[in-house]
């Protein structure tokens, strides 16, 4: 894809060479990061690495292979006109809330619910804005977007596919 410039590979060192050698007829800069304790610590890792020219990051986990590059393009050009673009799905399955003694406590309203996938897109500065804050904060986050959120800019939700599965 022409629009990546550059990938940054998170992973345990012992694993550079594998990536390396994956990644031998790529047209593409490869870099490594070392992960950290937390996904949040990781993405900030690897976040340290990227090139100070780059116009948007996109941040994609191993635990799903099948995104399409159509989907990847998509999502690429919403973050560009957001912000901050996340590909997701409409949540199919009845989600309940309960309460710490398991009880329901209501049921969610599914029209309203996305399953978030990645990659999640976001530009550096709103990344960076981010990172400080949460940071700061001691805040702790279970995807990328979320870092966003906490500045209060709005992310896009692009539609993905049911079958980039986790």
């Not at 694993?15 to 304790?37: R, S």
Request: net charge negative.
């Amino acid at each position: 894809m022409r629009e990546v410039k550059e990938i940054v590979v998170v992973c345990d060192p012992s694993y550079k060479d594998i990536f390396e050698d994956a990644g031998k007829n790529l047209q593409v800069d490869l870099k490594f990061a070392v992960p950290g304790k937390e996904r949040q610590d990781s993405v900030f890792n690897g976040f340290q690495e990227i090139d100070s020219s780059s116009d948007l990051v996109c941040i994609h986990d191993s635990a799903r292979p099948l995104a399409t590059s159509a989907d990847i393009k998509k999502v690429i050009k919403d973050a560009w006109m957001h912000g901050a673009a996340v590909l997701g799905v409409p949540v199919k399955a009845t989600i309940k809330e309960a309460n710490s003694d398991c009880f329901v406590v209501k049921t969610l309203d599914r029209k309203t619910l996305w399953e978030m996938q990645t990659p999640q897109v976001i530009r550096p500065s709103l990344l960076r804005a981010g990172f400080e804050l949460v940071n700061r904060d001691g805040l702790e986050v279970t995807d990328d977007v979320s870092i966003v959120e906490h500045l209060k800019h709005p992310v896009f939700i692009t539609e993905g596919s049911y079958t980039i599965l986790r």
